[in-house]
């Protein structure tokens, strides 16, 4: 999948603009070019554009041009919602099919959509008006994040063995005490490892300096002596075991793997996880929030506040400083 090849030159614009001035990543972008190429297609069949004979995944859309944007109406778009709600199929590669995508799913094309008419109307001028600026949002359901306890932490660690023990030990303790992203891992280089912070090259490629904890350090300076051995050009600070940059499919997969070892539930606990346990561990032991956010690289306040939820402390005092909770009635 290519959008240069596949996408008009109005959608190649707006993508590239994403890419190389936003500094958007290629899988960001790809999503974007997905989301944009499924609302097109829908509308070309729904006004009639699309030969009937052609099926839906092969509706080309190199000729959306601007006059066609411009006549898209909200609503157009809120039969596209409706669409991807009943119609929709959720997994293609699952034997039985099932229709209708989720509001989270739903929200995250439509954000699509809406950034492709601030792009023409904001950022370049091409239209005057976006048809779709107060267009309602699908409300999502947002799931508080799962983590492992400290004890949980440990037995993880305390379960690594094998041949790549001290390069997995490393990364393990990398993703529970900096909480850094799986991408940021699997691009960090010999010349980011400092002798007390990480230079971390996070999304949108803005630079941000993690500093380390005596296990860091440790476990770092143990790979450090494997690593060394590598008698390989490459700059990338995690090898695999061909002494290429480990991939973020490795990194899933040992993670998966560590998970299982110490008892716990690969089904349930994932490399990201490990970054909910970081984040998690750190506020409730007085981190404040800003400085979290800071520290996880979150462009937006509200997206690190998902954590302040995490921690029943306070909740469970709330409960037991209500005046009635002691009280009980009296049997007759």
Same mark, same amino acid.
């Given at each position: ?27 960001? +972008? ?23 004979? /052609?099926? =839906?995944? *092969? +509706? ?12 898209? /109406? ?26 209708? &995508?989720?509001?989270?799913?739903? %929200?995250?094309?439509?954000? #699509?959509?809406?950034?492709?008419f601030k792009y023409l109307t904001v950022k370049t001028g091409q239209l005057k008006d976006n048809p779709i600026e107060a267009i309602d949002t ?32 490393? +990364? &393990?303790?990398? =993703? ?5 992203? +799986? ?57 695999? /075991? ?11 997969? @040992? ?6 070892? #110490?008892? &716990? ?8 996880? @490990?970054?909910?346990?970081? %984040?998690?561990?750190? @506020? ?7 400085? &979290?956010?800071? @520290? ?30 002691? =009280?009980?009635?009296? *049997?007759?």
């Amino acid at each position: 999948m290519d959008y240069r090849t596949e996408a008009s030159g109005l959608i190649r614009d707006f993508l590239s603009y994403h890419e190389i001035i936003k500094g958007h990543s290629k899988k960001t +972008i790809d999503e974007y070019f997905l989301d944009l190429r499924t609302f097109f297609r829908y509308l070309k069949i729904r006004r009639g554009l699309a030969d009937e004979n /052609t099926p =839906f995944d *092969n +509706i080309p859309i190199n000729d959306i041009d601007l006059d066609f944007v411009a006549t898209v /109406t909200k609503s157009e778009v809120y039969d596209y919602l409706s669409f991807l709600s009943r119609d929709r199929v959720k997994n293609r590669r699952s034997k039985t099919p099932e229709y209708g &995508l989720s509001a989270n799913s739903r %929200a995250r094309k439509l954000s #699509a959509i809406s950034s492709l008419f601030k792009y023409l109307t904001v950022k370049t001028g091409q239209l005057k008006d976006n048809p779709i600026e107060a267009i309602d949002t699908p409300k999502t359901r947002r799931s508080l994040p799962r983590y492992l306890t400290l004890e949980e932490s440990k037995k993880l660690l305390s379960s690594v063995d094998g041949l790549n023990r001290e390069r997995d030990i490393c +990364i &393990l303790t990398i =993703f529970l005490n900096c909480g850094i992203r +799986i991408s940021e891992l699997v691009g960090l280089n010999i010349g980011d490892i400092r002798s007390d912070h990480l230079r971390i090259l996070g999304k949108g490629n803005k630079e941000r300096i993690v500093y380390l904890n005596e296990a860091c350090v440790e476990t770092i300076n143990d790979y450090l002596k494997i690593r060394k051995k590598a008698k390989v050009n490459s700059p990338a600070f995690f090898l695999s /075991t061909r002494n290429q940059r480990i991939s973020r499919s490795t990194v899933h997969t @040992l993670v998966k793997k560590h998970i299982a070892a #110490a008892g &716990l539930s690969p089904k349930d606990y994932s490399s990201h996880k @490990l970054r909910h346990t970081a %984040a998690t561990l750190m @506020l409730k032991n007085g981190v404040d929030l800003r400085t &979290l956010q800071e @520290l996880l690289g979150h462009e937006h306040i509200n997206t690190t506040e998902i954590y302040t939820h995490v921690d029943s402390t306070d909740l469970r005092i709330a409960a037991n400083a209500n005046p009635l909770s002691s =009280f009980k009635p009296k *049997n007759d």
